[in-house]
């Protein structure tokens, strides 16, 4: 089992930046590739980054590709999201991910565990 708590969201003007921290549970963090996606109102859940346990490799949507970079911290527990030139189209729930084992999936069915989500609001 696997918990995982995001913190960091919150607003912040067009052309700003935010890091949004992923905290887990467990003491097998590093078997984990974690992800990053985020949901907007009326929009599907979608896929933003992911790393692999050892931090070695990782993966980003285009719309992010950068501006985004993802990273973890094995001895913390930690995955962290690093937004930079934030757009208003960024605006969105933001979520952690986690999944047992190497590969860099980008789909939501791939990830069994999931945070609460924290609000990223980017303003004009």
């Known amino acids: 089992q696997v918990q995982l708590v995001e913190t960091g969201g919150g607003l912040v003007q067009a052309g700003g930046s935010l890091r949004l921290s992923c905290a887990a549970s467990?003491?097998?963090?590093?078997?984990?590739?974690m992800g990053w996606f985020r949901q907007a109102p009326g929009k599907e859940r979608e896929f933003v980054a992911a790393?692999?346990?050892?931090?070695?490799?990782?993966r980003y949507a285009d719309s992010v590709k950068g501006r985004f970079t993802i990273s973890r911290d094995n001895a913390k527990n930690t995955v962290y999201l690093q937004m930079n030139s934030l757009k208003q189209e960024d605006t969105a729930a933001y979520y952690c991910?986690?999944?047992?084992?190497?590969?860099?999936?980008?789909?939501?069915?791939?990830?069994?565990?999931w945070g609460q989500g924290t609000q990223v609001t980017v303003s004009s």
């Open positions: 467990g003491r097998t963090f590093s078997s984990y590739v």
């Open positions: 790393i692999a346990g050892s931090g070695d490799r990782t």
């Open positions: 991910a986690a999944r047992w084992g190497s590969m860099l999936y980008t789909r939501t069915n791939d990830y069994g565990y």
